[in-house]
């Protein structure tokens, strides 16, 4: 009797401490309170979109001016672009979210008596999509995530080649720390679902590193570049450093290059993100 009592007491010790063990050693446990998962992360400044997602009832706004990219449906000029992103967090881990750009009008060469060349300019297409975790724990040190979306035939009148322009991108990150992050997408973007549009379709592909430089400051380093079956590699940079004075709430300034392609040249941003509640 009293050696079925000992054991049953080492055994309840011994279950106990590995327990505690395996609490301790996993590695995604009370990653919920690491900085990297409390505070914003925008689908913004550059190409990159994260892997961050808005728990049910979150509101986020994504906004800023910047140069239009090869990935962007309204991307047809090197000009500024402002865009507005408006992120809704959905239940069964699903993320809603509408964007839509604007492109200020320029003035337009005359071509003789038929008047001015038609230059786009004014809302550009809607678009919207869904991200979806693919991961187990939306709180994991290491998330996979997909985006799928759908440019639609609105916009400006301006716009007169519109058509539905389908993208999906697949999203990958890893903290490193409580505040640092690698995050990594592979994307594609064509117009119209005939089989001879993919030829024509872009892909995208984007390494970003983002981490603080303080308590309230960070910087945000990527590297990207586009490219289709029929051309070649527009490969770009972008830099910057964002200003979080609350969780909720972030400013970012940014600065880059695109060394080939339509829209190459040097590349200047900035803009806000707020999240409510935060």
Same mark, same amino acid.
């Given at each position: 009797?009293?050696?079925?009592?000992?054991? &049953?007491? +080492? #055994?309840?010790?011994?279950?106990?401490?590995?327990?505690?063990?395996?609490?301790?050693?996993?590695?995604?446990? #009370?990653?919920?309170? &690491?900085?990297?998962?409390?505070?914003?992360?925008?689908?913004?400044?550059? $190409?990159?979109?994260? &892997?961050?997602?808005?728990?049910?009832?979150?509101?986020?706004?994504?906004?800023?001016?910047? $140069?239009?990219?090869?990935?962007?449906?309204?991307?047809?000029?090197?000009?500024?672009?402002?865009?507005?992103?408006?992120r809704v967090g959905f239940f069964n881990n699903i993320e809603l979210r509408a964007s839509q750009s604007y492109l200020a009008p320029v003035k337009t060469l005359t071509t003789g008596e038929s008047g001015g060349a038609v230059v786009p300019s004014g809302l550009t297409?809607?678009?919207?999509?869904? @991200?979806?975790? +693919?991961?187990?724990?939306?709180? %994991?040190?290491?998330?996979?995530?997909?985006? %799928?979306?759908?440019?639609?035939?609105?916009?400006?009148?301006?716009?007169?080649?519109? +058509?539905?322009?389908? +993208?999906?991108?697949?999203?990958?990150?890893?903290?490193? #720390?409580?505040?640092?992050?690698?995050?990594?997408?592979?994307?594609?973007? $064509?117009?119209? !679902? @005939?089989?001879?549009?993919?030829?024509?379709?872009?892909?995208?592909?984007?390494?970003?590193?983002?981490?603080?430089?303080?308590?309230? !400051?960070?910087?945000?380093?990527?590297?990207?570049?586009?490219?289709?079956? $029929?051309?070649k590699l527009a490969p770009g940079v972008t830099s910057g450093l964002y200003w979080r004075p609350w969780s909720g709430l972030r400013l970012d300034v940014t600065a880059g290059r695109t060394f080939s392609g339509v829209i190459s040249g040097p590349t200047f941003g #900035?803009?806000?993100?707020?999240?409510?509640? @935060?």
């Open positions: 009797m009293r050696k079925t009592t000992l054991l &049953t007491t +080492a #055994g309840l010790l011994l279950g106990g401490v590995a327990r505690t063990l395996a609490q301790t050693t996993d590695p995604n446990f #009370g990653n919920e309170n &690491t900085p990297f998962v409390r505070n914003i992360r925008p689908d913004r400044p550059g $190409q990159t979109i994260t &892997t961050n997602m808005l728990n049910p009832g979150q509101f986020q706004l994504d906004a800023g001016i910047s $140069q239009p990219d090869p990935f962007n449906p309204g991307s047809l000029s090197n000009r500024a672009l402002t865009t507005g992103l408006l297409p809607l678009t919207l999509g869904a @991200k979806f975790l +693919a991961s187990t724990n939306p709180n %994991a040190r290491s998330q996979v995530v997909v985006l %799928a979306e759908m440019t639609l035939r609105n916009g400006d009148k301006s716009y007169q080649t519109t +058509a539905y322009e389908p +993208a999906g991108r697949l999203l990958i990150s890893q903290q490193i #720390g409580e505040r640092f992050g690698l995050e990594v997408n592979l994307g594609f973007r $064509q117009r119209g !679902f @005939k089989a001879a549009d993919t030829k024509l379709g872009t892909y995208l592909g984007t390494l970003a590193l983002n981490g603080p430089l303080g308590n309230s !400051f960070g910087f945000f380093a990527e590297t990207y570049a586009t490219w289709q079956q $029929q051309a #900035g803009g806000l993100s707020i999240r409510l509640p @935060k």
